[in-house]
């Protein structure tokens, strides 16, 4: 089991910045991949961006490449997403998830059992 600690969302104005955070309670980089999923009002739960497990490759949604970026630092078991340029359209609960596989890319998409997840984040990105 991993638990996962997000924080970091809020309320910016469109072109503004955040830094989401996600606190793991052991380590899993270098055996899990790992990521960050959003889901909006009335949406499901979509993918934004994917950490390689060994943290060697990363992978985006189309809409946030060149916006998003994803990070880990090993030494404290957290994992970020840098989200630059907001748009009211990136506004939704954000949530970050540990691959349950060990040494598998991550699955992008929730099928209900192939990740752990964070409680989620709210960002609101005004217009």
């Known amino acids: 089991q991993v638990q996962l600690v997000e924080s970091g969302g809020g309320l910016v104005q469109a072109g503004g910045s955040l830094r989401l955070s996600c606190a793991a309670s052991r380590r899993t980089f270098g055996r899990n991949a790992m990521g960050w999923f959003r889901q909006a009002p009335g949406k499901e739960r979509d993918f934004v961006a994917a950490l390689s497990w060994g943290g060697g490759s990363t992978d985006y949604v189309d809409s946030v490449k060149g916006r998003f970026t994803i990070s880990v630092d090993n030494d404290k078991n957290t994992m970020y997403l840098q989200m630059n340029n907001l748009k009211p359209e990136d506004t939704a609960v954000y949530y970050c998830?540990?691959?349950?596989?060990?040494?598998?890319?991550?699955?992008?998409?929730?099928?209900?059992?192939?990740?752990?997840w964070g409680q989620g984040t709210q960002v609101t990105v005004s217009s």
């Open positions: 998830a540990v691959e349950k596989s060990t040494f598998v890319r991550l699955t992008r998409r929730d099928d209900g059992g192939s990740h752990y």
